[in-house]
């Protein structure tokens, strides 16, 4: 009779040792994780390029469309801007692909790619002043890559 009790009772125990990870006190916290609509609206930053004079930073916002709301497709690149106080400014941003940036040599002027028009064939060459106003397409001849560009600053 005392082995039928051991079996029962090593049964019993087994049974509870399986059974304490459903215990909610005996599990470890749950950590927050990210729902699969979150994963696919994460912005990131493509692209960084400090500033001549270390004042800013100019970089590659990775926009992803909204789904179920946008067409399918990339994600928008917009061009931001932030300073050594830790505050960032759009410069371009909006349905953009901004495809590179880069520095005058002042560090108060940035020229770079993008297409404004989805449906563009070529990416435009823009200047935009730090301190704001309007970014109209730059006259320049088209180049493959911004490192290609040489301008001449007035």
Do not use: C
């Not at 087994?14 to 599990?27: E, K, R, T, V, Y």
């Not at 990775?62 to 801007?81: F, K």
């Not at 002027?109 to 704001?132: M, P, Q, V």
């Amino acid at each position: 009779m005392l082995n039928l009790n051991t079996k029962k009772l090593s049964r019993l125990l087994l049974s509870g040792f399986f059974l304490l990870p459903s215990i909610p006190w005996a599990q470890e916290e749950q950590k927050p994780t990210l729902s699969l609509e979150e994963i696919v609206t994460l912005r990131q930053v493509d692209k960084a390029v400090i500033s001549p004079n270390g004042e800013a930073v100019a970089y590659l916002l990775s926009v992803p469309r909204t789904p179920y709301a946008d067409e399918d497709g990339l994600p928008w690149m917009q061009l931001h801007v932030v300073s050594v106080d830790g505050r960032s400014r759009p410069y371009f941003t909006g349905e953009v692909n901004v495809t590179d940036v880069a520095w005058l040599g002042d560090g108060n002027d940035l020229l770079f790619l993008a297409k404004r028009d989805a449906e563009a064939e070529f990416a435009d060459i823009y200047r935009k002043r730090l301190d704001g106003g309007a970014a109209p397409p730059h006259e320049i001849d088209h180049a493959a890559r911004m490192d290609e560009v040489t301008v001449e600053v007035k």
